[in-house]
């Protein structure tokens, strides 16, 4: 648990404040064509992936990124012990790959799941946990998890608004929050987007294959 009344605390806050504000990208895509979305992200996250990488090169650039940045990053994202890209350039390609492989409405759930889901439940683990199933797994953040996605797949746009429409997104909501339950050496912001796509697209397949009729991307 993390003491309300200690840095950690604050810095938590603006950490997942960062986090949730991918949420952005999501809504944009909303709005907005995939390409243009794509225009603007993928030149955004290769400067972000190279910043990430020569850092580790010029003593400079690895001054530069603890001092604006130490406070909010993990222990590993600034170790020199082995090359490693922060959590916010996982997001990035994690959001990428979701826009580029699945039909957009999905897609905006998976990436909503990321930036609001994982987010909250992050932070509610970290301050109010107090049993844990598994390292840096709690009930309490699970549990989260769970109550958020559900929030997003009764908000999030839809192809045909039918109930089971809906069903079958708490059910990928339910099969991600299980597959978080387990520590998997893959980024959370690469692995929550990509297995939530999957299993909602699977699910609209079986369900409803009409789904190849109309205008997906």
Not at 88 to 95: F, L, Q, T
Not at 117 to 133: H, L, R, T, W
Not at 161 to 167: A, D, T, V
Not at 168 to 196: E, K, Q, R
Request: charged share 15%; aromatic share 16%.
């Amino acid at each position: 648990m993390i003491d309300p009344r200690s840095p950690e605390y604050k810095n938590e806050i603006i950490r997942k404040a960062i986090h949730i504000s991918s949420a952005s990208i999501p809504i944009g895509y909303y709005f907005l064509p995939k390409e243009i979305v794509l225009y603007i992200i993928v030149p955004i996250t290769v400067l972000l992936v190279a910043f990430e990488l020569l850092k580790y090169k010029i003593d400079f650039l690895y001054s530069l990124y603890l001092k604006f940045f130490k406070s909010m990053l993990r222990e590993h994202e600034y170790s020199t012990n082995r090359l490693r890209l922060n959590g916010a350039s996982w997001v990035m390609i994690g959001d990428i790959i979701s826009i580029i492989i699945f039909p957009k409405y999905i897609a905006i759930s998976g990436m909503l799941l990321l930036s609001l889901s994982d987010s909250i439940s992050a932070f509610a683990g970290q301050v109010y946990a107090k049993k844990y199933y598994a390292p840096n797994r709690s009930y309490i953040g699970s549990f989260t998890f769970f109550v958020v996605g559900i929030i997003i797949i009764l908000l999030s746009p839809k192809y045909f608004h039918q109930p089971l429409e809906y069903i079958i997104g708490i059910a990928a909501v339910l099969v991600t929050t299980i597959a978080d339950s387990f520590s998997i050496p893959v980024d959370d912001n690469l692995f929550i987007p990509v297995v939530s796509c999957t299993v909602l697209y699977i699910l609209y397949v079986i369900f409803f294959p009409a789904i190849f009729t109309i205008k997906l991307f």
